[in-house]
């Protein structure tokens, strides 16, 4: 039996060790944080699953990778919401929504009597839009917690508060930002975001408002409380929201409805994604350790792809670029 | 012509906000030819260094570097970013822009002339984001400044030269200024126009950032200002009212009954 030591318990260490655990390894997970919560840059991620939309500004490798995450999370954690994803803009930047199309597929333009019927918590406020079908978000609390615990079921020791990595025939190294002392090539993306409740605005979907300054999105998390996300800023600072930020974001949802003006801050959350200078995500295999790292913007969108990956290599299956 | 002691090879000037990657600025920088960016440095980045991977990056392009005062409303913070750009790039250029207005961008004027006094002042080579008015230019230049950057458009509008007449009258009134058109510009015909009218460069970043390929539109942006740089040297002809044939009619066949 093969067995692996994986380091890092954010979304890139548990899927990779539920991948390797499903087919057959005998894994152990450990991460230097007290536990599952705010010291994982996981836990601030929007969890959308939204290959189509995010080709936007990413490259097509992202669509690539990312086409079967939704189908991957449903297999194994609850909450996986299927409802697709719905691209607005405001009227003075409906250039910018043809944009948006020009550079994606896999959508329906909807009118406005096709977004009043699909959110009528917006009813009369758009009137073009660009539904994403295929897309699904997930609540990555949720889902982590949902991985941790079935992992455990499954006999795979998850061990917090330690750096101590087990002796293992690999290493799956999942370390984040963390790993820059082996990665150099590693940088941080400072991203920010909100937790806002606003239960008079019911959205069934995630919701991205085309802004040229401040494009934003919102995913549902129930019980009208939404994930509002997020800046995307080249330093790795990881602790601390400014008061721009905040406005920013504030004021594009304020746009989306003025009924997010009455919304409670339930939450504001900061950290630093970990990104390669192409912002693609990268296996990198030295000897029995391998790399898992660079998933940026992307954790929840492209760690199953990149596990299956990780996993192909440690049964000898697959080779790493 | 020369920018501060500086003679570029190429007089596209590039930004480097808004790619979808690192790796795709880099991309866009080598093809656009640039030698010349424009970094903004954002003030709570700076003194904690956070940003060092992302200017680590832009510096191993081998580029100049040209620091901005991007997102300042007021002369203090425009001055307070300016000099923690210099600490941070190690270079006393500055491009300054202390932003009046912020629906279009424009540049306050009376901020700006009093921040380039400041910052000339202190030894900092200043690069001003202007306006098209001829005044504000000339207390510019007396506050020190030895380069004028009057705007297309609205930054980020991609709408062109908005005021043809404005930055014409600005290179005949300054004809020993090195003046580059910033901001606004969405598409190497416009470049190619800027050029045309004798400005001595370009400054952009939008247009191909956020285009769909932006390697290629850099690429296209080069050939753009090149192409008006050498109309300009060549000496365009005037345009007319009425046509003039180009083809002579001296010695033209006769066809008919004689």
């Given at each position: 039996?093969?067995?692996?030591?994986?380091?890092?318990?954010?979304v890139?260490?548990?899927?990779?060790?539920?991948?390797?655990?499903?087919?057959g390894a005998?894994?152990s997970v450990?991460?230097?944080?007290?536990?599952?919560?705010?010291?994982?840059?996981s836990w601030?991620?929007?969890?959308?699953l939204?290959?189509?939309c995010?080709?936007?500004?990413?490259e097509a490798?992202?669509v690539?990778?990312g086409?079967?995450?939704?189908?991957?999370w449903?297999a194994?954690?609850p909450?996986?919401?299927?409802r697709g994803?719905?691209?607005?803009?405001?009227?003075?930047?409906?250039?910018?929504?043809?944009?948006?199309?020009?550079?994606?597929?896999?959508?329906?333009?909807?009118?406005?009597?096709?977004?009043?019927?699909?959110?009528?918590?917006?009813?009369?406020r758009?009137?073009?839009?660009?539904?994403?079908?295929?897309?699904?978000?997930?609540?990555?609390?949720?889902a982590l917690?949902?991985?941790v615990?079935?992992?455990?079921?499954?006999?795979?020791?998850?061990?917090?508060?330690t750096?101590?990595?087990?002796?293992?025939?690999?290493?799956?190294?999942c370390?984040g930002?963390?790993?820059?002392?082996r990665?150099?090539?590693?940088?941080?993306?400072?991203?920010?975001?909100?937790?806002?409740?606003?239960p008079?605005?019911?959205?069934?979907?995630?919701?991205?408002?085309?802004?040229?300054?401040?494009?934003?999105?919102?995913?549902?998390r129930?019980?009208?409380v939404?994930?509002l996300?997020?800046?995307?800023?080249?330093?790795?600072?990881r602790?601390?929201?400014?008061?721009r930020?905040?406005?920013e974001?504030?004021?594009?949802?304020?746009?989306?409805h003025?009924?997010?003006?009455?919304?409670e801050?339930?939450?504001?959350g900061?950290?630093?994604?970990?990104?390669?200078?192409?912002n693609?995500?990268?296996?990198?295999?030295d000897?029995?350790?391998l790399h898992?790292?660079?998933?940026?913007?992307h954790?929840?969108?492209?760690?199953?792809a990149?596990?299956?990956?990780?996993?192909?290599?440690?049964?000898?299956?697959?080779t790493?670029? | 012509?020369?920018?501060?002691?500086?003679?570029?090879?190429?007089?596209?000037?590039l930004?480097t906000?808004?790619?979808?990657?690192?790796?795709?600025?880099?991309?866009a920088?080598?093809a656009?030819g640039?030698e010349v960016?424009?970094?903004?440095?954002?003030?709570?980045?700076g003194?904690?260094?956070?940003?060092?991977g992302?200017?680590e990056?832009?510096?191993?392009?081998?580029?100049?570097?040209?620091?901005?005062?991007?997102?300042?409303?007021s002369?203090?913070?425009?001055?307070?970013?300016?000099?923690?750009?210099?600490e941070?790039?190690?270079?006393?250029w500055?491009?300054?822009?202390?932003?009046?207005?912020?629906?279009?961008?424009?540049?306050?004027?009376?901020?700006?002339?009093?921040?380039?006094?400041?910052?000339?002042?202190s030894?900092f080579?200043v690069f001003?984001?202007?306006?098209?008015?001829?005044?504000?230019?000339?207390?510019?230049?007396?506050?020190?400044?030895?380069?004028?950057?009057p705007w297309?458009?609205?930054?980020?509008?991609?709408?062109?030269?908005?005021?043809v007449f404005?930055?014409?009258a600005?290179?005949?009134?300054?004809?020993?200024?090195?003046?580059?058109?910033?901001?606004?510009?969405?598409?190497?015909?416009?470049?190619?126009?800027?050029?045309?009218?004798?400005?001595?460069?370009?400054l952009l970043n939008?247009?191909v950032?956020?285009?769909?390929?932006p390697?290629?539109?850099?690429?296209?942006?080069?050939?753009?200002?090149?192409?008006?740089r050498?109309?300009?040297?060549?000496?365009?002809?005037?345009?007319r009212?009425?046509?003039?044939?180009?083809?002579?009619?001296?010695?033209?066949?006769?066809?008919?009954?004689?």
């Amino acid at each position: 039996m093969t067995s692996v030591a994986v380091i890092g318990a954010g979304v890139a260490g548990l899927t990779v060790a539920s991948v390797l655990a499903e087919r057959g390894a005998a894994v152990s997970v450990v991460d230097r944080s007290p536990g599952l919560g705010p010291d994982q840059c996981s836990w601030y991620a929007g969890g959308m699953l939204a290959p189509w939309c995010e080709r936007e500004n990413a490259e097509a490798e992202v669509v690539a990778l990312g086409m079967g995450a939704a189908d991957f999370w449903a297999a194994r954690v609850p909450g996986v919401v299927r409802r697709g994803s719905l691209v607005i803009a405001p009227a003075r930047d409906s250039g910018e929504l043809r944009r948006f199309a020009r550079r994606t597929e896999n959508y329906d333009w909807l009118d406005r009597e096709g977004i009043d019927e699909l959110e009528p918590a917006l009813e009369g406020r758009f009137q073009r839009a660009l539904l994403f079908r295929e897309e699904a978000h997930l609540d990555p609390r949720r889902a982590l917690s949902a991985l941790v615990g079935s992992l455990e079921a499954a006999g795979v020791e998850v061990r917090y508060g330690t750096e101590a990595v087990p002796d293992a025939e690999w290493t799956v190294d999942c370390r984040g930002l963390a790993a820059m002392d082996r990665l150099p090539e590693l940088r941080g993306v400072k991203g920010e975001m909100l937790y806002i409740r606003s239960p008079e605005v019911a959205l069934r979907r995630t919701v991205r408002l085309i802004h040229p300054r401040i494009p934003i999105y919102l995913v549902p998390r129930g019980d009208g409380v939404y994930m509002l996300g997020a800046t995307t800023i080249e330093n790795d600072e990881r602790r601390r929201i400014t008061a721009r930020s905040m406005v920013e974001l504030l004021s594009a949802v304020y746009a989306l409805h003025p009924a997010f003006g009455e919304a409670e801050v339930v939450e504001i959350g900061t950290d630093a994604r970990p990104a390669f200078p192409d912002n693609l995500p990268r296996l990198v295999r030295d000897g029995r350790r391998l790399h898992v790292n660079g998933l940026y913007r992307h954790g929840f969108l492209l760690a199953p792809a990149m596990a299956v990956r990780a996993a192909d290599i440690v049964f000898g299956e697959g080779t790493a670029p | 012509m020369d920018f501060y002691g500086f003679e570029p090879s190429s007089r596209l000037f590039l930004g480097t906000a808004q790619y979808p990657s690192p790796a795709v600025l880099g991309e866009a920088i080598r093809a656009s030819g640039a030698e010349v960016v424009t970094v903004s440095l954002r003030r709570e980045s700076g003194a904690a260094r956070a940003g060092q991977g992302f200017w680590e990056l832009i510096r191993s392009l081998g580029v100049r570097v040209l620091p901005n005062t991007a997102g300042c409303h007021s002369v203090r913070e425009a001055v307070t970013t300016a000099e923690m750009a210099r600490e941070v790039f190690e270079t006393d250029w500055i491009k300054l822009e202390v932003i009046g207005e912020d629906d279009t961008l424009q540049p306050d004027v009376f901020g700006l002339v009093e921040a380039a006094r400041i910052l000339s002042e202190s030894g900092f080579r200043v690069f001003p984001y202007t306006t098209g008015d001829l005044v504000v230019a000339e207390r510019l230049l007396q506050a020190g400044c030895e380069v004028l950057m009057p705007w297309g458009a609205p930054i980020g509008s991609g709408r062109g030269l908005n005021n043809v007449f404005a930055l014409r009258a600005m290179r005949a009134h300054f004809p020993d200024v090195p003046l580059v058109v910033d901001a606004g510009i969405g598409l190497p015909s416009h470049a190619a126009a800027a050029m045309e009218l004798g400005y001595d460069a370009v400054l952009l970043n939008t247009a191909v950032a956020k285009a769909g390929d932006p390697a290629r539109m850099a690429a296209a942006f080069a050939q753009a200002v090149e192409a008006g740089r050498a109309a300009r040297e060549a000496d365009p002809m005037e345009p007319r009212d009425m046509a003039r044939p180009s083809t002579p009619v001296i010695g033209r066949a006769v066809l008919g009954d004689a």
